[in-house]
């Protein structure tokens, strides 16, 4: 329960950073004042959308992470790391193009995704899930940018805005759906959480542990996908986040595996912490969000593997 | 004759195409740590899975004191039957008594929080185990031997009537191996509670020395069931490892003990 009330408590300091911070900084009676009379446009127009949005697309991403970490038992197998995000963003702009719903276009590209590389990777060591994982993000990136040269030039703008992780264009509805959609990811946990606090033990101990692993394995790839797809939808295919968080919750609060609240409160701090400064490097153009992110999520990968190797060396 | 613990009727499995078992019958009876024991590859790991429910056997019934586990739903099997495989997962960041509150699982019901008797029991799996004072730590920061019983422990707090271990002691320097087969005889000697253990053993010296009942087996096959020193003889050593021996009781407990001639 600590590291949870840490790690809000935390998020609370950093939401209300981000409402105050930006091109031009308000004091903290402003941004109170300001977040209850409707008038004021800079936190009601332009920083609250954002702000929202970065939270509940950090704790879509931070959850599904934990979660796809903890049943395949492998750091590395986030839906950022094995091309989920890519392949969501491939479904985006071919249902744009079929005229078909976005989400339903994302939920499909990034099951097919999820299936491909889980199917190819089985039974061969981490280190193959985040190869296969590669393989598959290349291939769905390429097909998009091939897809989106097709498409008219007013699309591609405003698509290339969107590849590059943008919370740019944030909207207080989007970020509602997304915030209502993990809601019910958290209810999901909640309810299940009797089979989910054995992730990390293995499917054998998991198995003698009276854990039903078919559902337990439908319940959490179909929550990750549908996660994955709702964030990106949000905020445009987001890298290392959902890879970082996990950890980063860990280390920082001494939670224990699987840690999946930690996780998601943490990808919220993150995301909204790069967003902050992403507003901040560059106030007068839209530096993309992702961008951040990589900044900090790519070092950590880097990290992450020279560590594996000074551990089995 | 009484009833036995496990009674194994025709079991027939096949793992990746091969066949492990077929048409294996034999009845473990009821006493307090049954050894199972063979060369590699004659499924010793199989059968403890199949007690366990954790591989579902082609044909053929595992009975549990006369109720068949394969129509027992997961839970149900989980509160009478505990399963350790034989090399656990190393789990970073998990603390000795994270681990063994995990024990928890099937008794533990949805949305609510660990109960009293959850917490009594993960108190009392710890003090059985001698984890008390550990159990803060980290598991990357115990021993082997402290490991293995934390993994006990968790077993423990499952509150089951069977546990069932895939050769705990594989990777333990001997006075660890002895104090871990204390730890079972422990267990299975208090008072008020009816607890087995079934357990694949790899040492004949360990498993003579600490074991009820013996159960020998070679290729799929039952060769000897029995006490130790019926279980143990030069007869049934050529049978289960193709080795000509000496059976002799050892002069401290009078066990048997194998001395190969080869």
Redesign the interface.
Same mark, same amino acid.
């Given at each position: 329960m600590k590291p949870v009330i840490t790690l809000s408590l935390a998020l609370g300091c950093l939401v209300f950073l981000a409402l105050s911070g930006g091109r031009d900084w308000l004091a903290p009676a402003d941004v109170w004042h300001g977040l209850w009379s409707t008038e004021n446009f800079v936190i009601h127009v332009l920083r609250l959308p954002r702000t929202a949005l970065a939270v509940a697309a950090g704790l879509a991403l931070g959850l599904a992470g934990a979660l796809m970490q903890g049943l395949t038992?492998n750091p590395l197998a986030t839906p950022d790391v094995i091309g989920l995000v890519q392949g969501a963003s491939l479904g985006h702009i071919v249902a744009l193009g079929l005229g078909t719903s976005v989400f339903l276009g994302e939920t499909v590209g990034a099951a097919f995704a999820l299936f491909a590389v889980i199917a190819l990777a089985r039974e061969q060591g981490p280190i193959a899930f985040v190869l296969y994982g590669i393989g598959v993000g290349a291939t769905a990136s390429a097909a998009t940018t091939v897809i989106l040269l097709r498409a008219p030039d007013a699309t591609i703008t405003q698509m290339m805005l969107w590849l590059s992780g943008s919370l740019a264009r944030a909207d207080l509805a989007t970020a509602g759906a997304l915030l209502g959609g993990v809601i019910c990811a958290v209810f999901i946990v909640?309810?299940?959480?009797?089979?989910l606090?054995?992730l990390? &033990? @293995?499917d054998?101990?998991m198995?003698? &542990? @009276?854990?039903?692993l078919p559902v337990l394995r439908f319940t959490v790839l179909g929550l990750v996908t549908l996660l994955t797809a709702g964030a990106t939808l949000a905020v445009g295919p987001i890298g290392f986040l959902a890879f970082t968080a996990a950890p980063l919750a860990?280390a920082v609060t001494?939670?224990?595996?699987p840690?999946l609240f930690p996780a998601a409160l943490m990808g919220a701090c993150l995301l909204t912490a790069a967003d902050l400064a992403a507003r901040l490097i560059a106030p007068l153009v839209t530096l993309p969000t992702g961008l951040i992110m990589t900044l900090i999520g790519a070092p950590y990968l880097i990290f992450f593997l020279w560590s594996e190797k000074r551990k089995t060396a | 004759m009484k009833q036995p613990l496990f009674d194994i009727q025709d079991l027939t499995v096949k793992l990746g195409g091969k066949r492990i078992y077929s048409q294996f019958s034999a009845q473990l009876p009821d006493v307090g740590i049954t050894g199972i024991i063979g060369p590699n590859g004659c499924g010793k790991s199989t059968l403890l899975r199949c007690l366990?429910?954790?591989t579902t056997p082609e044909n053929g019934s595992v009975r549990l004191r006369g109720a068949d586990i394969g129509h027992l739903s997961?839970?149900?099997?989980?509160?009478q039957?505990?399963?350790?495989?034989q090399e656990?997962?190393m789990?970073?960041?998990?603390?000795v008594e994270?681990l063994v509150a995990?024990?928890r699982?099937?008794w533990?019901?949805?949305?609510l929080p660990a109960s009293q008797a959850d917490r009594d029991a993960v108190s009392q799996a710890l003090e059985a185990t001698q984890l008390t004072e550990l159990r803060h730590r980290r598991l990357t920061a115990l021993s082997g031997g402290q490991r293995q019983r934390a993994w006990i422990a968790m077993?423990l707090a499952?509150q089951t009537e069977v546990i069932l271990l895939d050769e705990p002691t594989s990777y333990l320097d001997l006075p660890h191996q002895i104090r871990l087969m204390q730890l079972l005889r422990d267990l299975v000697a208090q008072k008020g509670q009816a607890r087995r253990v079934v357990v694949v053993l790899h040492d004949l010296t360990i498993a003579a020395r600490f074991c009820d009942t013996l159960v020998g087996l070679s290729d799929g096959k039952l060769i000897c069931a029995g006490p130790p020193s019926e279980a143990l003889t030069p007869k049934t050593v050529m049978q289960l490892y193709g080795l000509r021996a000496q059976v002799r009781p050892d002069p401290v407990f009078a066990r048997p003990v194998v001395y190969p001639e080869e």
């Open positions: 038992r909640l309810w299940r959480a009797r089979d606090r054995t990390w &033990l @293995g054998d101990v198995t003698g &542990l @009276g854990v039903n860990r001494g939670a224990e595996p840690a | 366990g429910g954790l997961s839970i149900a099997r989980a509160r039957i505990a399963f350790l495989p656990p997962p789990l970073t960041d998990m603390t994270g995990k024990g699982t099937p533990r019901k949805a949305f077993a499952q």
